[in-house]
T-cell receptor, first 113, second 111 residues
């Protein structure tokens, strides 16, 4: 099992550009989520999904879109990048039953100039 | 709004010392988790505590969940340089759909 994979590892964008952060898991987990981590702020929830075709907003959803067409994939889209979106982004997945199966990906470091 | 406050924010100690990290909230959580994160990597789950008053041990790490399920602590005995990292506590939101994280405690253990 590869677990949770994220691509790219690092990306530089100019203000106004769009891009998609990829996240995939091979554990057949129903729940997937996206967090951003900023210095001194811990991890904050952006969007989450409880199954294919079902998504919902987290604490900081503005400027981000998600979709969940398959169980395995949960891409995060930045429609028009802003410097405030410079951060490290983590994708996570878990089984429906409990938090004991929560796994995080290795992260994508995004710099918006 | 559910919040988790972690203290201290930074901790720098010598190898062999003991330490305790605290995670406090005014809200009740159905469960709390502790994660450890190393630079350039994602958080890795250490433990989940579910029952008020529960104590779990993981080698030299002892985790405790408060009786009222509003707070938790992580105690490390005889810290080693390999314990260096960012320690995060996290609790489930009320819907059980996502985690609320504390801001973390950065631990540095020097030999």
């Amino acid at each position: 099992n590869a677990g949770v994979t994220q691509t790219p590892k690092f990306q530089v964008l100019k203000t106004g550009q769009s891009m998609t952060l990829q996240c995939a898991q091979d554990m057949n987990h129903e729940y997937m989520s996206w967090y951003r981590q900023d210095p001194g702020m811990g991890l904050r929830l952006i969007h989450y999904s409880v199954g294919a075709g079902i998504t919902d907003q987290g604490e900081v959803p503005n400027g981000y879109n998600v979709s969940r067409s398959t169980t395995e994939d949960f891409p995060l889209r930045l429609l028009s990048a802003a410097p405030s979106q410079t951060s490290v982004y983590f994708c996570a997945s878990r089984e429906r039953g409990g938090w004991e199966t929560q796994y995080f990906g290795p992260g994508t470091r995004l710099l918006v100039l | 709004t559910q919040l988790l406050e972690q203290s201290p924010q930074f901790l720098s100690i010598q190898e062999g010392e003991n330490l305790t990290v605290y995670c406090n909230s005014s809200s009740v959580f159905s469960s709390l988790q502790w994660y450890r994160q190393e630079p350039g990597e994602g958080p890795v789950l250490l433990v989940t505590v579910v029952t008020g008053g529960e104590v779990k041990k993981l080698k030299r790490l002892t985790f405790q969940f408060g009786d009222a399920r509003k707070d938790s602590s992580l105690h490390i005995t005889a810290a080693q340089p390999g314990d260096t990292g960012l320690y995060l506590c996290a609790g489930s939101n009320q819907a059980g759909t996502a985690l609320i994280f504390g801001k973390g405690t950065t631990l540095s253990v020097s030999s």
